[in-house]
């Protein structure tokens, strides 16, 4: 494994996740992220991901606490990648903020470094130039909770170098992932192709007001068997990202009723801090949600 020192630059939800996993499996990671009470906030989100691998994964307490160790933290972005193997990126779905942040990036970043993105829905040859080094660039996406749901899809762009392909493959493997070539660019890849309709779907009945968000739910969980429904998963991704997915599509496309569902996110979520599960309130109240209660699909 030529990779040894691994920065994630952004310590969101996922970032967080990504950073505590691959410290998991051994690796030195550096986490960035733009001012200091972001990281005190993500410190405080890997602690009680402590947890989180002590009861799935039957980790022991010096598993954990050894993960934590191998981990530092930094908002000089220079001195959080100067000894970077790999840069994985989850900042926010933002085609200008990723833009602004790939051109810094570039510029101090090691010759040696290869830049991954773990946009959800965008694509990586939005961004091969603003990165300085289209050959050493691609997407390497991961799904939420993610030393359960292991999945890594590894997305090239036409210029994307092969043999860093196959580096960042051996590399997702290396960190407990089932990797997951892709060998064309697809936007929302493979996971999201099939999720973002669904939770699409969602969020208009929603704003249609044709039904509230229980019985949506409830009406997946029954009618497949799932074990959440659609608003439960959005609570696990984050308000905020899907808002920032649906507005953008919304300004892209002029589509009123990406519109409609933008507008209301933000009036009645965002903007009343329901963030999702990780603020404790979404579309549902944690740490007991109803759909998590024994009558939930009794009519």
């Known amino acids: ?44 989100r890997i602690l009680k991901l402590k947890e989180n691998y002590k009861a799935d994964l039957n980790a022991t307490d010096e598993d954990v606490d ?9 908002s000089d ?17 933002v085609v200008n903020i990723k833009t602004d942040f790939y ?3 570039g510029k101090v970043a090691p010759e040696k470094t290869i830049f991954a993105t773990n946009s959800s829905t965008l694509l990586p040859s ?9 050959k050493k660039f691609l997407a390497l996406h991961f799904a939420n909770e993610i030393w359960k749901n292991n999945t890594a899809e590894v997305m090239k762009h036409p210029g994307t ?19 997951l070539p892709l060998h064309k660019e697809q936007p929302g890849y493979i996971l999201n192709s099939l999720l973002v309709p669904f939770l699409d779907a969602a969020q208009t009945l ?6 509230d968000v229980e019985t949506i739910d409830k009406t997946w969980m029954i009618g497949t068997g799932a074990p959440l ?15 920032n997915i649906v507005a953008a599509k919304a300004q892209a496309t002029g589509n009123p009723e990406a519109q409609k569902v933008a507008d209301l996110m933000k009036r009645e979520y965002i903007d009343q801090g329901k963030l999702g599960r990780a603020t404790g309130e979404g579309f549902y109240k944690y740490p007991n949600p109803s759909f998590a209660q024994p009558d939930f699909l009794k009519g």
Request: hydrophobic residues 50%; charged residues 25%.
């Open 1 to 44: 494994m030529r990779f040894k020192n691994i920065t994630v630059a952004g310590s969101g939800v996922l970032g967080s996740q990504i950073a505590y996993q691959t410290a998991f499996k051994g690796f030195e990671v550096s986490v960035y992220d733009i001012n200091d009470d972001a990281l005190n906030t993500a410190k405080e």
């Open 66 to 74: 050894s993960a934590f160790e191998r981990m530092s933290f930094n």
């Open 77 to 93: 972005l220079s001195k959080a990648v100067e000894k970077a193997d790999l840069v994985i990126e989850a900042i926010p779905e």
């Open 103 to 105: 051109e810094k990036l």
């Open 126 to 134: 939005q961004f091969a130039k603003a990165t300085g080094r289209p």
């Open 161 to 179: 170098d092969e043999s860093v392909f196959t580096d960042v493959i051996e590399f997702a493997k290396a960190i407990g992932m089932v990797a």
């Open 206 to 211: 929603l704003a249609r007001e044709i039904a």
């Open 229 to 243: 429904g659609p608003f439960a998963i959005l609570d696990v991704v984050g308000i905020t990202t899907a808002y």
